[in-house]
């Protein structure tokens, strides 16, 4: 450093020189004055090169003296600064595990903002997002986790393209949600299940089966069995379905929570492949066996096959009985098969429902309603009034809809007994009524199944217009008879 500033007083003292050219006589007689000066010149020169060189040495120790100190506290702020962070990612880790899932976002975007590249707080501030329901939010969050990760820590990454995965799948965006769920399942196998599932999900039943066809047997668990049931019922292959239903179920653990099952969904898709082949079936034989399948089912987990929920799949207006065509005979042996111990009530209701077998059901509700029978008396009185309008609607068809007056007014008086005489209801007060929606669907779907074509449609109309015209709310009145566009029929039927 001192040779490069010496440097810089080279040209002055070469200028001072030049003015003596050493090949002119003058030269050889330099004054005593001339000499001095050249001396006390150069005594100056070396005077003030010596208080640059101590100024520069001063300026180097400072220097050095600032760097040292630097260094000694650059690590205490940097130590200090990672202590900031790690209390913070504490902090937002506390709040998500007590669920305040906002809370935890904001810290976990704080952090992201020193540290923007970070996979994991982009995961777990995704996660934040995704239990919020921000769906939106916690994908963007997962995809850039998935672009930030470390590429040979495949388990990790596998984990963030479910999340990912599970994202899309509740934005319906299906199809990228099984990319990803492939993607995670070939980057650590032991995400087949979430790569399956969701193929079945989106309807790609060939893919959930090419899937697991492909995978190591040993891997698959007893819970694949019911992603090939739904499979090949949604391919209509219904043996296939109920091979592996049978074989779930036979090896069927309550307390087995390896993986997440709606259980009464698989359940249902295994009476629904009952019931599909029952009822292609004509093999006395194979019914058997079928039925016999749900008992042994049924007798193995009857909290799963609970006697209440397959009651209602017999009792209920949409009855499996009507969905899947059964025969009324093949309805009787389903029935008494699959619903142990039925009582009067049970059967009353299997009877209406789902045989249509009006005059029983008239006879048994109206000598039930003989008996005090207790908070189910109004079902039976629509029950009652139900099947009488039944039976009188097929007369009126047959009869080439002649009315008799008698029979119609004994039904209008059980229609108005399920409301107050002599009172107009508001539409809050009506609605109120127990039961009230099932009567009015019950007494338009009694007149609608009727139908045989539009000229019934026609002539029974001004007898649907007695009813209507007797509900004691003006609104809802007015209302069904535009949505039935009753004043056109009755003036084409005039």
């Known amino acids: ?89 504490s902090q937002a880790m506390i709040h998500y595990q007590d669920e305040e899932y906002a809370r935890a976002a904001q810290l976990y975007e704080e952090l992201l903002e020193k540290d923007y590249n970070n996979a994991y707080l982009l995961s777990q501030c995704g996660l934040c997002y995704y239990l919020q329901q921000e769906f939106q939010l916690a994908k963007e969050k997962f995809r850039l986790a998935t672009l930030y990760a470390n590429v040979d820590d495949k388990e990790t990454l596998a984990l963030y393209h479910s999340n990912l995965s599970a994202a899309y799948s509740n934005l319906d965006e299906d199809e990228q949600a099984f990319e990803h769920a492939v993607k995670a399942y070939y980057m650590d196998k032991e995400r087949l299940w979430n790569a399956a599932s969701m193929a079945q999900n989106i309807a790609r039943y060939d893919d959930c089966l090419k899937l697991m066809n492909e995978a190591d047997p040993t891997t698959l668990h007893n819970a694949f069995q019911t992603l090939y049931g739904r499979s090949y019922y949604q391919k209509q292959e219904y043996r296939t379905a109920i091979k592996h239903y049978k074989t779930f179920f036979d090896r069927y653990d309550p307390s087995d929570d390896t993986v997440p099952l709606i259980i009464k969904d698989d359940r249902n898709f295994y009476l629904y492949s009952c019931l599909y082949l029952l009822a292609q079936s004509t093999d006395e034989d194979e019914q058997g066996q079928i039925m016999q399948q749900i008992v042994d089912a049924q007798q193995a987990h009857p909290m799963v096959f609970y006697r209440q929920d397959m009651l209602a799949f017999f009792t209920a207006p949409k009855n499996i009985c009507k969905t899947y065509q059964l025969r009324p005979e093949l309805s009787k042996r389903l029935y008494r098969s699959w619903i142990k111990e039925a009582n009067k009530y049970d059967d009353l209701l299997f009877s209406f429902y789902a045989l249509d077998a009006f005059e029983e059901t008239y006879a048994l509700s109206t000598d039930y309603l003989k008996d005090d029978v207790g908070e189910i008396e109004l079902e039976f009185r629509q029950i009652q009034f139900f099947s009488a309008l039944q039976l009188y609607l097929q007369d009126a068809v047959k009869s080439e809809h002649k009315q008799d007056s008698g029979k119609i007014q004994e039904l209008l008086r059980l229609f108005d007994g399920f409301f107050e005489a002599d009172k107009t209801y508001s539409f809050e007060e009506f609605v109120a009524i127990p039961r009230v929606e099932n009567l009015i669907e019950g007494l338009l779907l009694a007149f609608r199944s009727n139908y045989r074509h539009d000229e019934d449609k026609k002539r029974l109309a001004p007898i649907q217009m007695k009813f209507i015209e007797r509900l004691p709310n003006p609104d809802l009145r007015d209302k069904i008879i535009d949505d039935l566009g009753m004043k056109q029929l009755l003036t084409e039927n005039n």
């Open 1 to 89: 450093m001192l040779n490069r500033l010496s440097a810089s007083f080279i040209p002055a003292i070469s200028c001072i020189v030049n003015k003596y050219d050493p090949c002119s006589a003058n030269c050889k007689r330099l004054d005593a004055n001339r000499k001095q000066e050249i001396e006390d010149y150069g005594l100056s020169l070396k005077f003030r090169l010596n208080i640059i060189e101590i100024a520069m040495s001063n300026v180097y120790g400072i220097a050095k003296s600032f760097w040292i100190l630097c260094c000694l506290v650059l690590p205490l702020w940097t130590n200090a600064q990672d202590h900031l962070v790690e209390e913070k990612t």
